[in-house]
C-alpha cells in the first residue's frame, strides 16, 4: 500500500515564502545565504570594474564590497597590490569594516597593468572562509600630453621703458611636471637691446601656465623696428601639436632730425674753449680785444626735434657751485629751437661770423673756467640738474691749458677732442663745426612738418558736421590737419596712424595710401570718414582707412610710424594738450599757427569752432 506524504495547510504559508525568496534574491544575496564570505562587487573611481579593465587612472579608488564584517588584520596580512612590483598603498574600511576601499599612495605608472590578489582564506570571524580566490586586474591609461602653446600680451613695444609678457600655455592640467625650453632668434639682440627673464619654463603638476618677461634697453642707436623672434625648442611630457613662431617687434625710438645717421644727442654742449691763446688770436669773441675770461666760450646744440627753453636756468664753475652764487642765469625768452646753436661767452661785446648761433654773455661778465681741474653744472628753473661737463669726465686726458678749445670729434656726436685734433687750421670755432661751416641745422625756413589742428569732440547737431557731408558723426567728423612748414616734400606713403587704443596691438586707424605727398607748404586734412565736401583751403583731403578715427577725449595720444615702424610724430593730450579740455565741442589749434602752443578754437578765434585746411582765422594758409 502506497502512502503518499500530505502537507499540512499550516506549512503552506512558509513555502510560499521560501519559494518567493529564491527567486527574488540576488546572486549576492543568494552568496550571504551561503555564510562564506564573498566579494560581492567591485569598482574603481565609483565604476563597476570587470577583471581587465583599461584606461584607468593613475591615482585610482579602489571599492571593493564583501558580505561580511572583515577581520581587518588578517585581510592586509594576505592582500597584494602589484605591478612590476609591490605597490605602496593606503586601506580604509566603511560599513561596519565590510567595505575596503584602497588607494596607491604615489600615482601609478602609465599604461601598466595592475593586480590586486586575495588568496582563499579567513578573513571574517562570523563568516565561513573565502572559498576562491579574489582576483583584480586592471592597465592604466596612457599619457595625454597636453599641448603646448606661446602667447604674449603685446605685437611690439618701444625701446623707450616697453616690456612684453610672454605665456607658456597648456591645453589642460596635468599630474607630470612640464617643462619647456625656448629659443630666442630675430634682428633684435639680447642684452643690447632687451633682457628677458629666461628661456627655461618649468610648470610643476598642475600648473598650466606660465610667463616670461622681454623688457627693452634704451641703446641710443638708429636701428629701426627689430624683431624678436621665439620658438620652442624641446619640451618635456607636453608637446607641441603646431610649430610656432611668436614675433614681436621692437620699436626703436631714437630720432636723427638733421639726417647725419646718428641719432639725436638732445641738447648738448658740443664745445668749449677754457683756455684762449695769447694776443689776437684770443679774440675768440670778436670784439678786438683778448681776455682770459670774457673770451671763454660755451657752445650748446639742440640736437633734438622740440625747442629747449633755458629761461631761469643757470650756470655754474665748481667754484661757484659751493657758494650757490651762478656764473650766469639765462635770461627769460632764451629758446633754443630745434638743432639751434646758442653760445655763451664770459663777457665783452661778441662781434663777427658765429653762423647761425644766438650769442650771448655771462650775467656777471665773467666766466673765469679752471684749466686744471673744472666742472660746468647746469641746473633748470626748479633747480633740477639739467646739464653737466667735467674736464675729468668728458674731458679725461685733454689738456685744457693749450691755448685751444675742446671740441666733440665729429661734432655733435663724437667723443671730446683739443680742436687742432679736429681742424689743424682752426683753434676754436664758436658757433660753427670744427672745420668752420654750419653747425646749426634749423636755419631752413618753417618748424617743419607738424600737427596744427586736432579735433576731438565734434559738437552736436549740425555744427559739428566737420567733414561737410550733411551728416554730423562723432567719429567721421574728427579730423587731424597736418601742415608742411618746410622747403621739402614729405611722404607719407605707408605710414601708418594709432591711438592709444590700437597701437599695443599694431592695428592702425589709418594707413596712409602710397603717393600722399604733401608738398612744401602744403596741408593735409584726414577726416575719420564720410564724404569731405566744402571748402577746405586748397588742403589735400583724406579719410582714415578703418572710417574711424575714435580719438578719446579725455586721455588720447595720435601716433604716426613710418614703414620701418620708427615713430615719426606723436600727439598727447597729456604733454602738448595739457590742461586743455578736450571734450569741449570744438577742436584744439595752434595759436599762433604753426608755431603757437595748443589751445581751444575758440580761444584762439571765438567766431569758429574749427578750421579744417585753414588757418585758426579761417584763412588759407
Do not use: W
Not at 527 to 539: I, L, V
Not at 591 to 618: I, M, V, W, Y
Amino acid at each position: 500500500m502506497d502512502h503518499k506524504r500530505t502537507i499540512k495547510p499550516r506549512h503552506l504559508p512558509y513555502l510560499l515564502l521560501l519559494a518567493l525568496l529564491l527567486t527574488t534574491c540576488t546572486k549576492e544575496e543568494m552568496m550571504i545565504i551561503d555564510n562564506s564570505l564573498q566579494v560581492l562587487s567591485q569598482k574603481i573611481d565609483g565604476e563597476k570594474a570587470e577583471d581587465g579593465l583599461t584606461g584607468v587612472a593613475i591615482n585610482p579608488a579602489i571599492e571593493l564590497i564583501f558580505s561580511h564584517t572583515l577581520n581587518t588584520s588578517a585581510l592586509e596580512a594576505a592582500l597584494r597590490f602589484t605591478g612590476g612590483g609591490d605597490v605602496d598603498y593606503s586601506i580604509a574600511y566603511s560599513n561596519t569594516n565590510s567595505t575596503v576601499t584602497i588607494t596607491p599612495n604615489n600615482a601609478l605608472d602609465y599604461e601598466t597593468s595592475y593586480t590586486i590578489d586575495l588568496p582563499a582564506g579567513d578573513y571574517a570571524d562570523q563568516a565561513d572562509a573565502l572559498k576562491e580566490a579574489f582576483s583584480l586586474t586592471f592597465t592604466t591609461a596612457p599619457y595625454v600630453p597636453p599641448n603646448v602653446t606661446l602667447e604674449s600680451d603685446v605685437t611690439g613695444f618701444s625701446e623707450d621703458g616697453g616690456m612684453a609678457t610672454v605665456s607658456v600655455r597648456l591645453s589642460q592640467m596635468v599630474d607630470q611636471a612640464v617643462s619647456v625650453e625656448l629659443a630666442i632668434a630675430g634682428s633684435a639682440t639680447e642684452g643690447a637691446d632687451y633682457t628677458i627673464s629666461g628661456t627655461s619654463v618649468n610648470l610643476a603638476p598642475g600648473e598650466v601656465s606660465a610667463d616670461i618677461e622681454l623688457v627693452a634697453l634704451q641703446d641710443g642707436s638708429l636701428e629701426g623696428a627689430e624683431t624678436i623672434e621665439i620658438t620652442i625648442s624641446s619640451v618635456t611630457n607636453a608637446e607641441e601639436l603646431t610649430p610656432q613662431m611668436l614675433s614681436i617687434t621692437l620699436f626703436d625710438d631714437d630720432l636723427d632730425s638733421n639726417g647725419d645717421g646718428f641719432p639725436d644727442q638732445g641738447f648738448i654742449i658740443n664745445e668749449v674753449l677754457f683756455d684762449p691763446p695769447g694776443g689776437d688770436a684770443g679774440d675768440a669773441n670778436g670784439d678786438g680785444t683778448r681776455s682770459a675770461s670774457e673770451d671763454e666760450f660755451i657752445e650748446f646744440l639742440n640736437d633734438s626735434d622740440v625747442e629747449v627753453d633755458l629761461s631761469g636756468f643757470t650756470l655754474y664753475d665748481t667754484d661757484q657751485l659751493g657758494t650757490g652764487e651762478p656764473r650766469h642765469t639765462f635770461p627769460d625768452g632764451t629758446i633754443v629751437p630745434p638743432g639751434g646753436v646758442y653760445v655763451l661767452f664770459g663777457g665783452g661785446s661778441p662781434a663777427g661770423d658765429f653762423g647761425s648761433a644766438q650769442v650771448g654773455v655771462t650775467t656777471t661778465g665773467n666766466m673765469n673756467l679752471n684749466n686744471a681741474d673744472d666742472a660746468i653744472t647746469i641746473f633748470d628753473a626748479s633747480g633740477n640738474v639739467f646739464l653737466t661737463f667735467d674736464t675729468q669726465v668728458e674731458g679725461a686726458g685733454i689738456n685744457f691749458g693749450d691755448d685751444q678749445s675742446v671740441t666733440r670729434l665729429p661734432d655733435i656726436n663724437g667723443a671730446f677732442a683739443l680742436h687742432t685734433d679736429a681742424n689743424p687750421a682752426l683753434l676754436f670755432s664758436p658757433g660753427k663745426k670744427a672745420d668752420g661751416s654750419e653747425l646749426g641745422y634749423a636755419a631752413s625756413t618753417g618748424v617743419g612738418f607738424v600737427i596744427n589742428e586736432v579735433l576731438f569732440d565734434p559738437p552736436s547737431g549740425d555744427p559739428g558736421d566737420a567733414n561737410g557731408d550733411g551728416t554730423r558723426s562723432a567719429s567721421e567728423d574728427e579730423f587731424i590737419e597736418f601742415v608742411n612748414d618746410s622747403n621739402q616734400p614729405v611722404d607719407l606713403s605707408g605710414y601708418r596712424l594709432f591711438d592709444d587704443d590700437q597701437l599695443p596691438t599694431l592695428e592702425p586707424r589709418h594707413v596712409f595710401p602710397d603717393g600722399t605727398i604733401i608738398p612744401p607748404g602744403g596741408v593735409y586734412v584726414l577726416f575719420g570718414g564720410g564724404t569731405p565736401t566744402g571748402d577746405f583751403g586748397g588742403a589735400q583731403v583724406g579719410v582714415t582707412t578703418t572710417g574711424n578715427m575714435n580719438l578719446n577725449n579725455a586721455d588720447d595720444t595720435i601716433t604716426i610710424l613710418d614703414p620701418d615702424d620708427n615713430v615719426f610724430m606723436t600727439f598727447s593730450t597729456q604733454v602738448e594738450g595739457a590742461g586743455i579740455d578736450f571734450g569741449a565741442d570744438q577742436s584744439v589749434t595752434r595759436s599762433p599757427d604753426l608755431e603757437g602752443d595748443f589751445t581751444l578754437h575758440t580761444t584762439a578765434n571765438p567766431a569758429l569752432l574749427f578750421s579744417p585746411g585753414k588757418k585758426a582765422d579761417g584763412t588759407p594758409f
